[in-house]
């Protein structure tokens, strides 16, 4: 346990270090002989933050999480799902869900966007969409969970845009635009302007030719310091003519 501890303070202070190939080294050895379930995580949390993440993944049978800080034991699934998603998409949807569904008091925006985002990505739908009702009903008021969730519906709207189910596009919409007063001063989403919600919005009156209230939108996104306001405008001029060649 002395050689133990020793792999452990120079894979730790390799890793601080940013000396990658000597961190991989003492932490994969470290990870093999370990049979502490918490340290064996902090081993592998070390060799996924070095891309090791076939190796942590292919040993998660054998690691038994139970006696584990669920808090600790949370972070380091959580940590494999993501690396996972990007290598392994299936194998990292599966893990994100049992994550969501096993630590249900470490539900991050975070968490929420990245596993509403691959039921997407896959296609599951309708699992997509009980992720965003699930944090609807436990947004709070924080601001970070708002804008998350802010996020999320742009994401779900975007994608219904795509499908052209243009009534839960724009409920999607509205939900994001109406969340986002919840605190009284508007809140953007951390990866998409509230803007955005209203500019499509607006695309989806004017395939339901109602023009006037899509004008109406877009001028106030024009008029606004947004980085989309050049894209409303553009879009003001296109309807315009629209609406001259109906005449």
Same mark, same amino acid.
């Given at each position: ?28 050895? +470290? ?10 995580? $902090?081993?592998?949390?070390?060799? %996924? ?27 380091? %699934? ?31 925006? $975070? %968490? ?22 699930? +944090? ?6 924080? $601001? ?21 189910? +243009? ?39 004017? $395939? ?40």
């Amino acid at each position: 346990s002395e050689y133990k501890n020793i792999l452990k303070n120079l894979a730790s202070m390799y890793h601080e270090l940013g000396l990658k190939e000597a961190a991989v080294e003492t932490a994969s050895e +470290w990870f093999q002989m370990e049979d502490n379930p918490e340290e064996k995580i $902090e081993a592998g949390l070390i060799l %996924l933050n070095n891309d090791k993440t076939e190796m942590v993944y292919s040993s998660l049978k054998n690691i038994d999480l139970s006696p584990v800080n669920r808090e600790k034991a949370h972070n380091f %699934l959580y940590s494999l799902s993501k690396k996972l998603l990007d290598k392994n998409p299936p194998e990292g949807l599966s893990l994100i869900e049992q994550v969501y569904y096993q630590y249900p008091e470490y539900r991050t925006p $975070e %968490l929420r966007y990245s596993l509403s985002e691959a039921y997407i990505k896959t296609e599951r739908t309708t699992s997509a969409r009980r992720i965003i009702q699930d +944090w609807e009903n436990e947004v709070g008021t924080s $601001e970070e969970s708002v804008r998350g969730l802010i996020d999320a519906e742009i994401m779900w709207g975007d994608y219904m845009f795509e499908m052209k189910e +243009w009534d839960t596009a724009s409920s999607a919409y509205k939900t994001a635009i109406q969340i986002s007063q919840i605190k009284g001063t508007p809140l953007q989403g951390v990866k998409y302007p509230i803007e955005w919600a209203k500019y499509q919005y607006a695309k989806i009156l004017v $395939e339901k030719t109602n023009f006037e209230e899509a004008l109406k939108i877009l001028e106030e996104i024009a008029n606004s310091n947004s980085s989309i306001s050049s894209m409303a405008q553009l879009k003001i001029e296109q309807i315009k003519l629209e609406m001259l060649a109906m005449k």
